[in-house]
């Protein structure tokens, strides 16, 4: 009781002691209801782990079908919303474009206990590509999505068409480098977060320091639980994340995947997780992203590398042209 009342102490903290602006950010329930997606949102009723649970997704149809199919995956810090224009041009050319929020993330349910894994998070979106007679796509994952796409096309190779990695992470084992933290140490620093913390990170680690009107809506999408009671659902399913994340690495598998790869590498991007608590010189040689990016493309059988300079982690967001030309042009090889 007194680690529940010492957390809400935090969480109310962090709420008072922000500025005006963050205050003036419309506080969203935990599945974002409120939240207008740029697609239409369906549900996939799922019973895992003993529990019923709602996946959301957006199925966006062409006007004149091609006959293919694309399944993008987002990354930790986002949801579906994200892929917006991707899908829209996607779409555009006739594909169809499939986009799951993920259990734990934007309008899907957040359990109260769940024990993730990415073969898990793989088997909902197999799931749900079968609930949609979908036998087979192309899967493009950004960064925790590029961990989450590589699982998936190990467990489900006859299901993957094409296999397209946006910088993803975990390119390298980060538990052998850094000490490992428990998920009370990421709840407790997920307790903390503010409007103010989540765009300083992401100006930081994916923006090279600039800021423009086109990232502050997804700082925002994120900081908008925060004043919500029901944060500490969100916040407690974001540290099992982390964990998920830091202990299970696909990087000894690359060698494994059977699909056309490409990997679209940011080369300014620098992520990796839990760095702050690395020492130092362990922290310098941490989230290479132009060497990381050119030994994944020797491990993987069928890779294709576009690396894109001066980009950091997000180059659907902040080159969106250099990202979706090699896109297409791969995806229609």
Request: glycine share 6%.
């Amino acid at each position: 009781m007194r680690l529940q009342l010492y957390f809400v102490v935090v969480v109310l903290a962090g709420i008072f002691t922000s500025t005006s602006y963050a205050q003036q950010i419309p506080a969203q329930d935990i599945t974002l209801s409120q939240y207008k997606y740029p697609f239409p949102v369906h549900y996939l009723q799922l019973h895992i782990q003993g529990q019923p649970l709602k996946m959301a997704y957006m199925d966006v149809q062409p006007t004149k079908p091609n006959g293919k199919i694309v399944v993008l995956l987002h990354g930790k810090n986002f949801c579906g919303a994200y892929w917006d224009s991707t899908a829209a041009d996607l779409s555009n050319n006739g594909y169809r474009v499939i986009i799951p929020d993920q259990i734990g993330f934007g309008k899907s349910s957040k359990p109260a206990s769940f024990q993730y894994s990415f073969q898990q998070l793989a088997q909902n979106t197999k799931a749900l590509l079968d609930t949609l007679q979908i036998s087979k796509a192309a899967i493009l994952g950004h960064s925790m999505g590029g961990m989450l796409a590589a699982r998936f096309a190990l467990l489900y190779p006859q299901v993957t068409e094409k296999l397209i990695l946006e910088n993803p992470i975990g390119l390298e084992d980060w538990k052998v480098k850094m000490p490992y933290q428990s998920i009370d140490t990421w709840y407790k620093a997920e307790l903390q977060q503010s409007y103010e913390k989540i765009k300083q990170y992401m100006m930081d680690n994916y923006y090279a320091g600039k800021w423009s009107v086109a990232y502050d809506k997804w700082a925002q999408l994120q900081a908008s639980w925060i004043s919500n009671p029901d944060y500490l659902r969100v916040a407690w399913n974001s540290a099992l994340t982390y964990d998920m994340i830091f202990t299970q690495p696909v990087i000894y598998e690359f060698s494994n995947i059977q699909a056309p790869t490409l990997l679209i590498i940011g080369q300014r991007d620098r992520t990796a997780l839990g760095k702050a608590s690395a020492p130092e010189e362990v922290r310098k040689t941490l989230g290479n992203y132009p060497e990381l990016g050119k030994k994944a493309a020797e491990k993987i059988p069928h890779a294709t590398l576009v690396p894109i300079e001066g980009v950091g982690h997000l180059p659907h967001i902040e080159v969106y042209t250099k990202f979706i030309t090699p896109l297409l042009k791969f995806l229609q090889e």
